[in-house]
């Protein structure tokens, strides 16, 4: 028998050749968390699982043609955006995205510095990010992103401040605890999610992994809450699937 309809969920992000981040990781999280997986290309990468050599960027004509022509073909409600060559450009995007359809829910993984080391984008000016988030219906940064979007001497601190501008998944992989902790923070309400921090747990587009598994929980249906519970359980059993820096993806 023909398998249950899947929603389609678009990702916009970078191409990474080892497929551990980026576009092919977002797909591959997508597909294996029960829905259809549309990508569009944002930036060509020069990278493996421990070394970035330089990125190359798909013009932004390119890129809104790539959406275009998915978007008459495919009714996608729920988007996430990843690696982008600008934030101001990166609003424009949004701006137009919402013109095509009102309707969308947009997930940004802001994706400031690759995990080598190499930097895209420098600390953003407050009424642009202020901008940005009032678009999104989830921002999914770490600890040192949300410090440089946000600078504060906490990332606890800056990440309830914007919380006020939109919800705010902060995550806990680069903390040195006993446990991994990512919070929520969402409508004045503060929820974490916790896991013991695995050995071997460290890998190449974890990040990436997670904020595509909660928005394959959002377009099937799941409250944002619940969403992001099933998308840590998603990046745990990601981080635990072996004792490499590149994950396996599991069926969930």
Avoid at 20 to 49: H, I, P, R
């Amino acid at each position: 028998m023909p398998a249950a309809f899947r929603p389609y969920v678009l990702s916009i992000a970078g191409f990474d050749p080892s497929a551990g981040a980026g576009l092919l990781a977002d797909v591959k999280t997508l597909e294996a968390s029960g829905v259809y997986g549309l990508g569009v290309c944002t930036a060509l990468t020069v990278q493996n699982d421990v070394a970035f050599e330089r990125v190359d960027w798909v013009p932004t004509e390119v890129i809104r043609d790539q959406i275009r022509i998915l978007l008459a073909r495919f009714e996608v409600d729920f988007i996430k955006i990843g690696l982008v060559e600008s934030l101001p450009g990166l609003l424009e995007l949004v701006e137009w995205l919402r013109e095509q359809n009102p309707r969308l829910q947009i997930v940004w993984d802001p994706v400031l510095q690759a995990t080598a080391g190499y930097e895209f984008h420098r600390e953003p000016e407050r009424k642009l990010l202020q901008a940005l988030c009032a678009k999104m219906a989830l921002i999914t940064p770490n600890r040192p992103e949300m410090q440089r979007l946000w600078p504060h001497e906490s990332a606890d601190t800056a990440a309830a401040i914007v919380s006020g501008f939109c919800p705010v998944l902060l995550k806990g992989g680069h903390a040195e605890t006993e446990l991994a902790t990512d919070v929520l923070l969402a409508g004045g309400e503060r929820h974490a999610f916790s896991v013991p921090r695995l050995p071997h747990g460290e890998k190449h587009g974890s990040g990436c992994v997670l904020s595509a598994a909660v928005l394959a929980q959002l377009a099937k249906g799941q409250s944002l809450v619940e969403s992001c519970r099933r998308g840590k359980a998603y990046t745990t059993a990601f981080l635990a699937s072996n004792n490499t820096r590149l994950g396996y993806h599991s069926i969930s």
